[in-house]
């Protein structure tokens, strides 16, 4: 059995490292917080814009020539990957690097001259740079301090790539903000332009737009900056939900560690007891044997 002096030390230890848990807690928490206002003030401007350019492509009535959408063989691609820049986020690192790894065995014909990878987050920037990969630029610093000029920069750069067909398809993978509990891993194609908006062609169009000059103009104007709100809104969900998976991890070390301190004062009070009794029967057996 361990001495009262060892388990006294272990009890300090553990409550040392129950308040550093609570104090990330804390501060993951406040940055949640700012995380969800940020998604909030930014979602609905993307979801009009989003709106106004799938009613332009619903209530098209000739065909619509969108060099974003085209869908052709796949023969170079790009991974765009999302992660953070420090650990004690549970799993959230890990389910990017497995899931971005999906996509490289899903692509296993095209060589690695072939796949361009764009890591926002220092741990999926050093999981691709061990696989050989090298990043097309550092973007780091995005992980933590999102800024749409950095990231639609990104976005224009992978839109000219498409149009010039030096890459054929772009892969977006991150952490898609569900609550502070759940983080739910997004896999989807960024380029060619999601079906989504050119299935809606029975959509009912509610609203009478007035386009100045036609509507194949506007739309082809409107698709890259839909195409960067989407992946900034994509930059700032990840950001959310690892706030999210750190304050549950760092809660969850917290609780563990105060079971952990419970237990041991037990296991030191018992100790105690017994020495204390060891103790009075070396006296009784003493005073017995002067008799």
Do not use: W
């Not at 040392?16 to 995380?35: E, G, Q, Y």
């Not at 332009?56 to 953070?84: G, N, Y």
């Not at 090298?134 to 749409?148: C, H, M, R, V, W």
């Amino acid at each position: 059995m361990a001495s009262l002096k060892e388990v006294r030390g272990r009890i300090a230890s553990v409550t040392s490292t129950r308040k550093i848990t609570s104090a990330m807690k804390m501060v993951s928490a406040s940055k949640l917080r700012r995380a969800q206002d940020a998604i909030a003030n930014y979602l609905p401007y993307q979801q009009k814009l989003t709106k106004v350019l799938e009613d332009f492509i619903a209530s098209s009535t000739d065909d619509l020539s969108i060099p974003l959408a085209q869908q052709r063989e796949v023969k170079h691609l790009a991974i765009v990957a999302i992660s953070s820049n420090g650990s004690l986020c549970g799993a959230f690192n890990s389910n990017v690097i497995k899931k971005s790894d999906e996509v490289l065995e899903k692509y296993n014909s095209l060589s690695p001259k072939d796949i361009l990878v764009y890591p926002i987050g220092k741990k999926i920037a050093e999981s691709f740079k061990k696989k050989g990969y090298t990043p097309q630029g550092d973007f780091i610093s995005l992980a933590e301090k999102p800024n749409y000029d950095a990231i639609g920069a990104i976005a224009d750069e992978l839109i000219d790539l498409f149009i010039t067909k030096q890459i054929d398809c772009v892969e977006l993978v991150y952490n898609h903000f569900k609550n502070p509990a759940v983080q739910q891993i997004t896999y989807e194609m960024f380029l060619p332009m999601i079906p989504s908006a050119t299935d809606s062609k029975n959509k009912h169009i509610t609203t009478d737009y007035i386009l100045e000059p036609d509507k194949n103009y506007l739309v082809n104007q409107l698709v890259p900056k839909v195409m960067r709100l989407r992946l900034y809104s994509a930059l700032l969900d990840s950001i959310a939900a690892e706030h999210g998976a750190r304050t549950t991890a760092m809660q969850t070390a917290t609780d563990n560690a105060q079971e952990l301190i419970q237990e041991l004062k037990l296991k030191y009070n018992k100790a105690r007891q017994e020495a204390i009794t060891n103790e009075i029967l070396d006296i009784v057996g003493g005073a017995e044997g002067l008799k």
